[in-house]
């Protein structure tokens, strides 16, 4: 893949702030984007303080109690690499871990796991008191303070307060002018029993940011001794379940007792009682504006969308060890609370349900991603970073990643330093950034491995491979990490050398048969003793049957890359006017205007623009630089 030295460089969009203020980083909200945009902005050296609502409620699981998944699971393992918390706290509270994918190939292939929900807040509040460097601070945030420029100054608390700061990173999920919906009833606020963010909207509103509406939802919670379990169909983790963290030791894990989740089914009759009621649901009659997830839509929905399905699968899923909730994953749902139990009733194993909360669906403000640039900067305000739901995604996993990119910049900004940009060929991380930057999402964006053109490479098992020295190199990852990297390294090297080395009774070499589809690093290693006494742990094997198997595929990528990076790296000059532009296509002119990508290889990722309009702008932009040349040379 592209080595740093080939790497090309990015530059801050500003100048750095002025000296002074109560801090270099102040991080609003203090949800997965706000933890990890934090630790990150600390690790970096920042004066850093995170504020929230809320102190107890750091790192809560709003809305499952799990983390990672398809896609989800491969973002996990990179931030991790990066050196973030969210893989250690998964491996520290984890009571059912699962890879998924595991009959497809390497590539598609996540970790997931079900966590105590509890715990893991306790554990991530745990990680942020500890942190050097990071003032923890309640309360909320009322209203930006902006200078001229304009560059932000920082925040106005609802009590009057003012918190100085030279950047800030606003990562208020779902809070910002939210509005939550239960039936006939609505109420301010982006969670159960907490309030909402009015003052900010009012703030980017008056900067001239565009905003737009999303809706996201809940399920229900159901008591676990109201659910006839042995009615269910059991799902159980691995047998050998694989931790999140590299740091995570194979001793002692998983650190908590394993649980099963379960599966059951909607029928004809739940799909008769929420069609009969509809007109009682706040999206169909109107009073929500805001447009949720298509691939997680609510029960409702499914039943509009697909009314030739007979059923709809619903996973129980355990909230901990130490409560009776249990979260029902599939049941997203809006409906008024007289509707949720009539149809939940008529589902399999749950006629006895006793509800402990009632589902809902969330309605707030977030900022067009498109006026980002890749550091998740707002191009036109100094100083203010967004990451989370607040840039129209949804997840855990996708906020995380984005709060690290964000926490990692602005204190890299206030210190004058180069900034941590990642391309798509390197991470998920940088496919999920840039799929940001050239965007105006119509619905919740979320990751799937399917928009990681170069996933043969990005892969869960090697992020630490592609990604921890790059941290360490500005200082996100430690010593520690690198040590843990380079042995790991070694191990997976030996592997290698012995594959090439071995050969069976045919003269074949180990690698050669580890290409054949029906072969496994397993299935060779119990035949062969050179390689059981490698030792290699499961992880381990699975990234040298992958590098094996995957080599011609990857060789081919890398060309790929080489290739399509000289469209990466030719830069689109802020001052070249698309309207201004003769032969480009009207659509493809509005689409430029509004987006204003950054090179031309993020210009023919947006929709609408396709690759002639690419090729004519590559010639205005030619045009633009020599143009430009020549009134430098004559001035």
């Not at 950047?167 to 002018?177: A, E, I, K, N, Y």
């Not at 990604?467 to 990490?481: K, V």
Request: proline content about 6%; some cysteine.
């Amino acid at each position: 893949m592209t080595t740093e030295t080939q790497r090309e460089p990015h530059t801050h969009p500003h100048a750095p702030p002025p000296a002074g203020g109560d801090y270099d980083v102040l991080v609003v909200g203090g949800g997965h984007a706000g933890v990890e945009a934090a630790l990150a902005a600390a690790r970096l050296g920042a004066r850093t303080a995170l504020l929230s609502f809320r102190l107890d409620r750091i790192g809560e699981m709003s809305c499952n109690p799990a983390i990672g998944g398809l896609g989800k699971g491969q973002l996990v393992r990179e931030v991790d690499a990066l050196g973030g918390a969210m893989g250690r706290a998964a491996d520290a509270t984890g009571i059912q871990f699962r890879m998924l994918n595991t009959a497809k190939g390497y590539a598609v292939r996540a970790p997931r796991a079900q966590s105590d929900r509890r715990r893991y807040r306790e554990e991530i509040t745990r990680v942020v008191r500890a942190a050097d460097g990071l003032e923890l601070l309640a309360g909320g945030a009322a209203g930006l303070l902006v200078a001229d420029g304009p560059r932000v100054a920082g925040v106005r608390l609802e009590d009057g307060r003012e918190l100085r700061a030279r950047s800030v990173v606003l990562t208020t999920g779902t809070f910002l002018s939210a509005v939550m919906h239960t039936g006939e009833v609505k109420e301010r606020g982006g969670r159960a029993g907490e309030g909402s963010c009015d003052g900010l909207s009012a703030d980017l509103a008056r900067l001239e940011l565009a905003l737009g509406r999303l809706k996201t939802g809940t399920p229900p919670r159901l008591a676990h001794d109201s659910i006839d379990w042995d009615r269910l169909e059991e799902q159980k983790g691995d047998a050998a379940p694989e931790p999140f963290s590299f740091a995570t030791g194979r001793d002692g894990f998983p650190a908590l007792p394993q649980i099963a989740c379960h599966v059951t089914y909607t029928n004809p009759r739940t799909h008769e009682s929420l069609r009969a009621n509809l007109g009682r649901s706040p999206m169909y009659a109107g009073r929500i504006e805001g447009v949720g997830p298509r691939y997680c839509p609510s029960v409702e929905d499914k039943v509009v969308r697909f009314a030739d399905r007979q059923r709809h699968q619903v996973f129980l899923e355990p909230e901990g060890l130490d409560t009776d909730v249990v979260y029902v994953n599939g049941l997203s749902t809006s409906m008024p609370p007289d509707v949720q139990e009539e149809f939940v009733r008529t589902i399999d194993g749950l006629e006895r349900a006793r509800f402990l909360r009632h589902g809902y669906a969330v309605e707030y403000d977030f900022a067009q991603p498109s006026q980002l640039d890749p550091t998740l900067a707002l191009r036109d305000v100094r100083g203010l970073y967004l990451a989370g739901q607040i840039n129209g995604t949804s997840g855990y996993e996708e906020a995380g990643a984005q709060g690290l990119v964000a926490g990692a910049n602005a204190a890299l900004w206030c210190a004058d330093r180069e900034p941590f940009v990642l391309a798509r060929d390197e991470a998920y991380v940088g496919v999920l950034v840039d799929d940001l930057v050239v965007s105006q999402p119509t619905e919740p964006y979320r990751m799937f491995t399917s928009r990681a053109e170069y996933r043969l490479s990005l892969r869960q098992d090697n992020a630490d491979r592609r990604l921890t020295r790059r941290a360490a190199a500005i200082g996100l990852a430690d010593g520690d990490a690198l040590a843990r990297l380079a042995e790991r390294e070694r191990r997976i090297e030996a592997g290698h050398a012995v594959l090439a080395s071995e050969r069976d009774g045919n003269g074949r070499t180990l690698a050669e048969r580890l290409r054949r589809p029906d072969e496994t690093y397993r299935s060779l290693e119990r035949r062969f003793p050179a390689l059981a006494a490698l030792a290699l742990d499961p992880l381990e094997q699975v990234s040298v049957e992958a590098d094996v198997k995957y080599a011609g595929y990857v060789e081919r990528q890398e060309r790929d890359v080489a290739r399509l990076r000289r469209q990466e790296t030719v830069e689109i000059p802020g001052d070249l006017d698309p309207a201004r532009l003769t032969g480009l296509r009207a659509e493809a002119k509005e689409k430029l205007a509004a987006l204003r990508p950054r090179t031309l290889g993020q210009a023919g990722r947006i929709p609408g623009i396709n690759p002639p309009d690419v090729a004519l702008l590559a010639v205005h932009v030619e045009r633009h630089r020599r143009a430009a040349a020549e009134a430098a040379r004559t001035s």
